[in-house]
């Protein structure tokens, strides 16, 4: 087979190829080797089928087009012209002058030309920060792109000049405006909570730190977590101490990331910041129109790290007509990259070290050793190791289910493997590392097989929350996938104690839900919630997709949603919910005695205690519906250490506390507008 047609080449590869390994003689050996486990084998198998060995991947991108960009940037000055409503006329300029930005190649007057003219019109509508942002990206234009002629050169010169004075002049008034809100906000809190709304998708994100001090062993979790390891659990996460609801236990850093295709033009590719809010602009790559950035930075450290090996057969990642479910393809990026990450850099260099970064590629020789030999992978037991999630190692260490799931599956993941692989190879050859002989190329495949298995079972999606303002609640939208391999260390439970938060560049933040008793699990959700689906369901699921029956709390007791709304009170000594209580009045008081450690109980004191909590929780509301997420978030950790110290599990007033505290997370991390 050789290449079809633009849009149809990963699907007919894919076809064609499983239509002949289906088949006699090579079926009956795929399938003893996929139930082996035999990788290596498998990909032997399918690299020897006539229609793989004709295929010749060939780039698919789309390319500039300064024609086009041309005519787009006259449209922006006619448009000037024409406008009677000038801030109406500079905001569709500023549109089409990104539209003439993405077409036009880098080293073109045209884009030049239509950077400063975009820089220009956002300085005249007050936009400070992206026209800082417009300076940057033409400030980092390299005089080599422009001296071909002394006018090419000159015309250079004299843009860099207007740029360092609007970004001057930018810097200056971004500056008065900020003093401006911090009076402002000073005024009280009322002003600040009314305001809080309004400005909620315009600030700049921070990640948090873990709680107390760094773990010696996990590299990216706190102190309060230890790894653990026994034969009924594999690898999990334990509590070393008591941990208070709202900590942040984890904050992971992705092996490697992709994005889904329906956010390459709403989303920054490198950092995945929403480039729909006020400050952000879109930049373009050099090379294609595909993908788009926030700021210069975003755009020099992608083509470094990642995106000049994809940018020539990006395309092949999104194609159209594809139907096997809307992950799949940002899932077949996302083995891409993995692969990538581990061929190029070995593990005692992090791929984000700058020094790293810019050396010319090399291929990682450890990384052959270890796929070209057929010894299978041991789950690490050693709790004692250190454990960073950008070593390669532990991407080798995550569950596959190799020899657990259908042949026929183990096939269709064998042909994608070896469909990245050969596109791999392009790139690679592009860039001018030599050719792999076949071996290294079954090596190359044989990895990516096992990321594309790795991937199904431990992808975990990176999310922005966008805002309702008619519910008044935070939605997510899917944003991409990475693999964070701390976070995946997580056991699962239908009532998870721990929430997961996407924040810049892909990473990961962990947070208890509610109080975790030392000793206890750190239990995340890989689907389902018994709030949402009933035990048999659930069930099914897991054993369908994770191979594994649940045994949590919700799945043995049988939780039934919705609770309730009766509360039941369990005794603060022992912890024990669910026992008879011995009630004796004293007074206007009912005490009751716990049956099982005969401590004291005062009920209506406890009673009058939880109602004035109660009362906080639904003022909390009131606040998340100001816009006020930092207020309510104090009296909701508050109330949840009452409720979770005093009343039997499950009970309806800790799960609708849970609910407010994830909204009001939603509002700290990555968000964007409709």
């Known amino acids: 087979m050789t290449t079809t047609k633009h849009g149809s080449i990963f699907i007919d590869f894919c076809r064609q190829a499983y239509d002949t390994v289906i088949m006699e003689p090579f079926i009956s050996t795929f399938k003893e080797l996929s139930q082996k486990g035999d990788r290596q084998g498998m990909i032997r198998v399918i690299i020897e089928l006539p229609c793989v060995l004709n295929t010749k991947i060939t780039k698919s991108y789309k390319g500039k ?8 940037y006259q449209k922006s000055l ?4 024409e406008g009677n409503n000038k801030m109406d006329e500079e905001s569709k300029a500023c549109n089409i002058l990104t539209e003439a930005l993405f077409a036009a190649s880098a080293c073109s007057l045209i884009f030049m030309n239509a950077l400063l003219e975009r820089a220009k019109h956002w300085y005249k509508l007050g936009a400070w920060v992206r026209c800082l942002k417009d300076c940057e990206c033409m400030l980092a234009l390299p005089l080599s792109f422009y001296d071909k002629d002394a006018e090419s050169k000159n015309i250079y010169f004299e843009h860099k000049k207007e740029c360092f ?5 930018c810097s200056r008034k971004l500056e008065i405006t900020i003093r401006r809100k911090k009076k402002t906000r000073g005024k009280g809190s009322a002003m600040h909570c009314s305001s809080a709304k309004i400005t909620i998708v315009k600030n700049v994100v921070s990640t948090p730190t873990v709680h107390g001090k760094l773990n010696n062993g996990l590299k990216s979790c706190s102190d309060a977590v230890a790894f653990r390891f ?14 208070c609801a709202g900590s942040v236990l984890i904050v992971d850093q992705p092996f490697s990331s992709s994005m889904v295709k329906e956010a390459l033009d709403r989303n920054c590719l490198h950092c995945y910041s929403s480039l729909k809010l006020e400050n952000n602009v879109r930049i373009p790559c050099r090379m294609c129109q595909t993908v788009s950035y926030c700021t210069e930075t975003c755009r020099k450290e992608s083509w470094e790290m990642y995106h000049k090996y994809e940018c020539m057969i990006l395309n092949l990642f999104f194609e159209e007509g594809f139907n096997q479910g809307k992950n799949k393809l940002s899932h077949l990026l996302l083995a891409y990259r993995t692969t990538l990450t581990a061929v190029l850099y070995p593990n005692d260099k992090k791929q984000n070290d700058m020094e790293t970064k810019h050396k010319s590629p090399s291929l990682n020789t450890e990384f052959f050793k270890h796929h070209q030999s057929r010894e299978k992978n041991s789950v690490v037991s050693d709790t004692n190791k250190i454990y960073d999630p950008l070593d390669y190692t532990t991407v080798l260490q995550l569950e596959t289910h190799c020899t657990n799931v259908d042949p026929n599956v183990n096939a269709i993941r064998s042909i994608e493997a070896v469909f990245v692989a050969k596109c791999l190879v392009l790139s690679l050859d592009e860039i001018g590392i030599d050719s792999l002989d076949n071996e290294k190329f079954i090596a190359l495949a044989t990895a990516t ?6 991937i199904n079972y431990n992808a975990y999606e990176i999310v922005e929350n966008v805002h309702n303002g008619i519910t008044h609640v935070w939605e997510p939208r899917n944003v991409g996938c990475a693999i964070y391999t701390t976070v995946s260390l997580t056991n699962h439970s239908c009532y998870p104690n721990v929430v997961r938060h996407s924040y810049p560049s892909g990473k990961v933040v962990v947070r208890a839900l509610r ?39 919700a799945c043995k007791y049988n939780w039934q949603f919705p609770l309730p709304d009766t509360l039941n009170y369990k005794c603060k000594t022992c912890s024990q919910a669910g026992y008879s209580f011995t009630e004796i009045k004293n007074g206007m008081h009912i005490i009751k005695h716990c049956s099982q450690c005969n401590e004291k ?16 929780r639904v003022n909390a509301i009131s606040k998340m519906y100001q816009g006020c997420y930092e207020e309510a978030l104090n009296q909701l950790l508050n109330h949840i250490d009452l409720v979770e110290r005093f009343l039997k599990t499950p009970n309806i007033e800790s799960i609708k506390t849970q609910q407010c505290l994830i909204q009001c997370y939603n509002s700290f991390g990555c968000i964007s507008i409709n």
């Not at 004075?165 to 002049?169: A, F, I, Q, S």
């Not at 689907?527 to 949590?552: A, D, I, V």
Request: one cysteine or more; hydrophobic letters at 30%.
């Open 601 to 616: 109980l005062d009920y209506g004191k406890l009673n009058k205690q939880l109602c004035r909590s109660i009362e906080k």
């Open 165 to 169: 004075h609007l970004k001057h002049e």
């Open 515 to 553: 109080c975790i008793d030392k000793g206890n699990e750190i239990l995340d959700c890989y689907g389902p919630q018994f709030l949402s689906e009933g035990k048999l369901p659930r069930r099914e699921y897991l054993w369908k997709k994770y191979h594994f029956m649940c045994e949590c709390d």
């Open 65 to 72: 087009n300064d024609q086009q960009a041309a005519l787009l």
């Open 230 to 243: 026994d034969n009924n659990r594999g690898r999990h996460l334990v509590a070393t101490r008591d941990i």
């Open 78 to 81: 006619d448009i000037m012209k």
């Open 449 to 454: 097989l096992q990321h594309l298995q790795a």
